[in-house]
């Protein structure tokens, strides 16, 4: 009889400790969802300030086209949503297509990047003295270095005689 009282208390001793495990798992796991959703409103609260700077920096500054980083860097495998802020200066409308070209550095996407970059391509058009945000995504792949790459605004109003608009130089550094 000894023995199975021993053996009786030692199973709701174990019962206790594993709903006890439960409940600070279950405690834990809010907690981390939380701040996983804190994460997401401060991602969008720093997109919509990224916005407004360049809307800031082309209204302020006269320039044609805006770019938040001179450098970015990125982890292997890694993305991150920029943007591109360009307002027409001209006296007509703008019509308007955006490239991203490599130009030196490290071969950090290989020959094609146009895999990398994320943007709308098309050409656009934007009325005198209005400005555009057009974001992008940059994505990262294996290769560790540093790439320079450039924007270019192309100016296609006149498709015979397509000019550079404006164009801006950056840096994006891969490590890991």
Known sequence: ?????????????????????????GLGLGFVRSQFKDIGGTTKTVQEQIRQ??????????????????????????????????KNVKQGTLKFKVIVQSSGGDSIFGTEINDNFLYAAEVDEL????????????????????GQFKILIQDV????????????????????
């Open 1 to 25: 009889m000894i023995n199975r009282k021993g053996s009786l208390n030692l199973s709701i001793e174990a019962i206790v400790v594993i709903v006890i495990a439960f409940v600070v798992l």
């Open 53 to 86: 700077q360049l809307l800031d920096d082309l209204r302020t500054g006269d320039k044609r086209l805006s770019f938040p980083a001179t450098e970015v860097n990125l982890a292997k495998k890694e993305s991150i949503v920029t943007a591109i802020g360009v």
């Open 127 to 146: 009325p005198p003295t209005e400005s555009r945000i057009i974001p992008v995504r940059i994505t990262s792949e294996t290769l560790a270095g540093t």
């Open 157 to 176: 109003t006149d498709p015979s005689a397509e000019t550079v608009y404006d164009s801006k130089t950056f840096f994006i550094t891969v490590t890991g």
